[in-house]
């Protein structure tokens, strides 16, 4: 488990294991009812999510003995030539945001992935989500697409409202250079 401390707390980043899935699913929950994390309007059975989510890059944070956040990806595509390409979701708890837990969610996606020989880690973020832009700028991502009214959400406080994204993408320097 890699460790960190800041101001508030110790905080470490280990493997995300089954028991954790209430923990993870609640702060998942918690992103989807601000209405600037997703287009998805539910959670998933742990089952469901853990079939699209290779293990080795699934990771929670721990401080105090809660789980904090969680990051996970899964596959672009089945083509070969995109094997290396995966697209993340990172979610920290309301309550501990702000203090750098993000960040080390995806320090540890961006050392799992490129160990794993995966070159490039991409997400899609709303327009309106200035903390998840900023951490992903902080932390080796660029924007490489602003899209516009690419969906609208089926439920929750954005329901019905085009939204725009930024695709944002992190190219390895050490994987298939
Ligand atoms: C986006 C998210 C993962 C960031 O995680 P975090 O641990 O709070 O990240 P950090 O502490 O590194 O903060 C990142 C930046 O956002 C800012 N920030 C964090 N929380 C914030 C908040 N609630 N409101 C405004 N800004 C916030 C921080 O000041 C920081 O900016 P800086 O680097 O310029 O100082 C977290 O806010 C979250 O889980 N949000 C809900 C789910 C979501 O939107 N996920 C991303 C989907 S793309």
């Known amino acids: 488990m890699t460790t960190r401390t800041d101001s508030s707390s110790d905080v470490g980043v280990r493997p995300m294991v089954e028991a954790d899935w209430p923990d993870v699913e609640r702060i998942w929950a918690a992103g989807i009812a601000t209405g600037d994390a997703t287009f998805e309007s539910s959670t998933s059975t742990w089952d469901v999510f853990a079939a699209g989510r290779p293990a080795a890059h699934r990771h929670v ?3 105090g003995g809660t ?3 969680w990051v996970a990806c899964s596959p672009t595509s089945s083509g070969a ?3 290396g390409v995966v697209e993340h979701s990172v979610y920290v708890a309301p309550d501990a945001q702000g203090r ?3 960040g080390l969610l995806l320090d540890a996606l961006v050392a799992s992935t490129e160990a794993a020989g995966i070159w490039t880690v991409q997400s899609s973020i709303f327009l309106e989500n200035e903390a998840s832009l ?4 902080r932390h080796g991502f660029r924007v490489v697409g602003h899209r516009e009214r690419v969906g609208r959400a089926a439920a929750g406080p954005a329901a019905g409202r085009w939204r725009d994204t930024l695709l944002v993408e992190r190219r390895s320097d050490v994987v298939g250079s």
């Open 61 to 63: 944070a721990v401080g």
């Open 67 to 69: 789980v904090l956040g």
């Open 81 to 83: 030539v995109y094997a």
């Open 100 to 102: 750098g837990v993000g």
């Open 134 to 137: 900023r951490l992903h700028l």
